[in-house]
């Protein structure tokens, strides 16, 4: 009973940055913003579309890897934005390259709409590439010193909220890809708990970040 607690909250607790994005659409001149606001908008359409499959007994994890390749290309366009290093660029778009192409390899996950099983290579190719982009914009921000309050700006939000759900995601996840046709489904309803947790606490970092979204492009601001 907790565990279906706990998911149907996780995918309706993105409808909060969903509704504060509504109400601040008005900033999405910004490219930054509208890069934001793609990958908060695509999370909704994925968990809308898991819990209706979920209701119905159909099988969505191919959903799931879709919207994890989706969502990549999304937050490796947001780090390359974001960078003021060439070579942290060239690192966020080879990598995010590698990752996609990668997920192919696997293509039975993302063209077999009855799998269920998660694509074997995105997710821990992504999960260390979004790590370590946000360690790279980190380690920009405190080379440049120039945003004066941090609490109210819109990347560190993003990146601290994304920093805890992918690093605390990737590495159970590594775990259960190995054990997922494992016998035990404890241990994969474990990875899903840990998984859901995680994502209702980044969904309220976006909350934030989008709260404090700026009109002009936020590279401005440092």
């Excluded at 998911?7 to 607790?13: E, G, M, Q, R």
């Excluded at 509504?22 to 968990?47: E, G, T």
């Excluded at 980044?202 to 909350?207: E, I, R």
Aim: neutral net charge.
């Amino acid at each position: 009973m907790m565990e279906k607690i706990v998911a149907v909250a996780a995918d309706f607790w993105i409808i909060l940055p969903s509704i504060i994005l509504f109400q601040r659409r008005a900033y999405l001149q910004s490219p930054l913003n509208k890069i934001i606001a793609i990958y908060v908008l695509l999370f909704l359409i994925r968990n809308i579309l898991s819990y209706i499959t979920m209701e119905l007994n159909i099988y969505n994890m191919y959903i799931y890897n879709w919207a994890n390749i989706f969502s990549g290309i999304t937050i490796s366009m947001l780090y390359y934005h974001l960078f003021t290093n060439k070579y942290f660029k060239i690192i966020a778009l080879v990598g995010m390259i590698a990752a996609v192409g990668a997920s192919f390899l696997d293509y039975e996950t993302l063209f077999n709409v009855n799998t269920t099983n998660f694509n074997r290579f995105f997710y821990n190719i992504l999960g260390g590439l979004v790590i370590a982009c946000i360690l790279f914009y980190f380690y920009e921000l405190l080379q440049n010193l120039n945003v004066p309050k941090l609490t109210e700006f819109t990347p560190f939000w993003f990146s601290t909220g994304a920093l805890l759900y992918y690093s605390g995601t990737v590495f159970s996840y590594l775990y259960v890809n190995y054990t997922f046709n494992n016998s035990d489904l404890g241990i994969v309803r474990s990875y899903w708990m840990i998984d859901a947790f995680l994502f209702i606490v980044f969904s309220s970092f976006l909350s934030m970040a989008v709260w404090y979204m700026k009109p002009r492009d936020l590279k401005s601001d440092f």
